[in-house]
């Protein structure tokens, strides 16, 4: 499974005025996941992928950039991470699935603005892990 998101335009306005066109200023342009899984008996193993482009910000004065793009302004770094999980339904009734997020341990990329992430666009955790056991009573 792929999915991706592009912005062509990004227009805003405060109430009367006019839309203004903000290009990628402080959000990446393109946004993309991929995932497959892989089932064998009682058993579904899954990998994710998630990717966000880099992008522009307005500079801020006071904090500083990790690199500066054409025009004065931060330019924020594009990421990646990989999410893994396992399933099993071997039991009946009883769903045990382990999820590891960011497994190659990615650190966020410094947005200035945000202070000092954005965590709409980038995981801020390292590497954690999610236990779920769900059993249906009937």
């Known amino acids: 499974t792929a ?12 109430g ?8 990628s200023a402080g959000f990446p342009r393109f946004r993309g996941t991929v995932r497959t899984e892989w089932e064998y008996r009682d058993v579904v193993v899954g990998a994710t992928g998630i990717y966000n482009r880099g992008y522009d910000t307005p ?5 500083g950039c990790a690199s500066v793009a054409p025009g004065l302004q931060c330019k924020v770094a594009g990421n990646s991470t990989m999410d893994m999980s396992i399933s099993y339904t071997g039991v009946k009734d009883l769903n045990l ?4 997020r960011n497994i190659l341990d990615k650190k966020p990329p410094l947005d200035a603005l945000a ?3 954005n965590f ?9 892990f999610t236990f779920n056991a769900t059993y249906k009573f009937k």
Request: hydrophobic share 25%.
């Open 97 to 100: 699935t382990l999820v590891a």
């Open 115 to 117: 202070r000092p992430l």
């Open 59 to 63: 500079r801020d004065p006071v904090r």
């Open 3 to 14: 999915a991706s998101t592009y912005y062509k335009s990004f227009k805003s306005s405060t």
């Open 16 to 23: 009367d005025e006019p839309l203004i066109e903000y290009g």
């Open 120 to 128: 709409t666009y980038h995981p801020f955790q390292s590497t954690y």
